[in-house]
Nanobody, 124 residues
Framework: QVQLVESGGGLVQPGGSLRLSCVPS????????IAWFRQAPGKEREGVSA????????YYADSVKGRFTISRDNAKNTVYLQMNSLKPEDTAVYYC?????????????????WGQGTQVTVSS
């Protein structure tokens, strides 16, 4: 059973930054896609960003382009989501997810393996 562990969430003021980490267990990052999703209270889960581990190609939701950056460290088997210029509307539980053979990278239906989530709160 694949497991994913997220960390790095917290409370930050508007305009601040956070870096989330996602560490998968039991396999290396080769040949997989890893994505970040978020879900705010009363809203549907939203695809935020994704990375193809084999190609390095990255994907972003329009709402975070220019502010968030996804990256991978293969040596540490970790994927990061650097979040800058955070806004109150970025407040949500953030989940990382992974699967192979992903074609629609920001579609949650494409992913079978999910972490437990980490809370991000942007508030003054």
């Amino acid at each position: 059973q694949v497991q994913l562990v997220e960390s790095g969430g917290g409370l930050v003021q508007p305009g601040g930054s956070l870096r989330l980490s996602c560490v998968p267990s039991e396999f290396t990052l080769d040949y997989y896609a890893i994505a970040w999703f978020r879900q705010a209270p009363g809203k549907e889960r939203e695809g935020v960003s994704a990375i193809s581990i084999s190609s390095g190609r990255t994907y972003y939701a329009d709402s975070v382009k220019g502010r968030f950056t996804i990256s991978r460290d293969n040596a540490k088997n970790t994927v990061y989501l650097q979040m800058n210029s955070l806004k109150p509307e970025d407040t949500a539980v953030y989940y990382c997810a992974t699967d192979s053979l992903v074609s629609d990278y920001l579609n949650s239906d494409e992913y079978d393996y999910w972490g437990q989530g980490t809370q991000v709160t942007v508030s003054s």
